[in-house]
């Protein structure tokens, strides 16, 4: 059975900096797309970054130049680094594998952000 398991999220003003971890138990997670979505209540989930099995990188515009994602094949992980957060980032955080017809999530990690 595949699971993603997300950490790394918490509480922290704005301003500050998070990276969330994913973990995921794929037997060829290099091929896959690894996404992070977020979803505030009330919300409908969206897409934060994604990055592909060659490695490139896809960003929505309001985090552009403040997030970056990143893959480490041999630990089967994805990674995202948040700086100069904002409340408006306040959200639960989830990873996704994304390989063909198939789509895994993890769980999520809550990232809340003060003003």
């Known amino acids: 059975q595949v699971q993603l398991v997300e950490s790394g999220g918490g509480l922290v003003q704005a301003g500050g900096s998070l990276r969330l971890s994913c973990q995921a138990s794929l037997t060829i997670f290099s091929t896959y797309t690894m996404g992070w979505y977020r979803q505030a209540p009330g919300k409908q989930r969206e897409l934060v970054a994604n990055?592909?099995?060659?490695?490139?990188?896809n960003y929505r515009d309001s985090v552009k130049g403040r997030f970056t994602i990143s893959r480490d094949n041999a630990k089967n992980s994805v990674y995202l680094q948040m700086n100069s957060l904002k409340p408006e980032d306040t959200a639960v955080y989830y990873c996704?594998?994304?390989?063909?017809?198939?789509?895994?999530w993890g769980q999520g990690t809550q990232v809340f952000v003060s003003s």
């Open positions: 990055i592909a099995s060659g490695g490139n990188t």
């Open positions: 996704q594998a994304h390989w063909y017809n198939y789509d895994y």
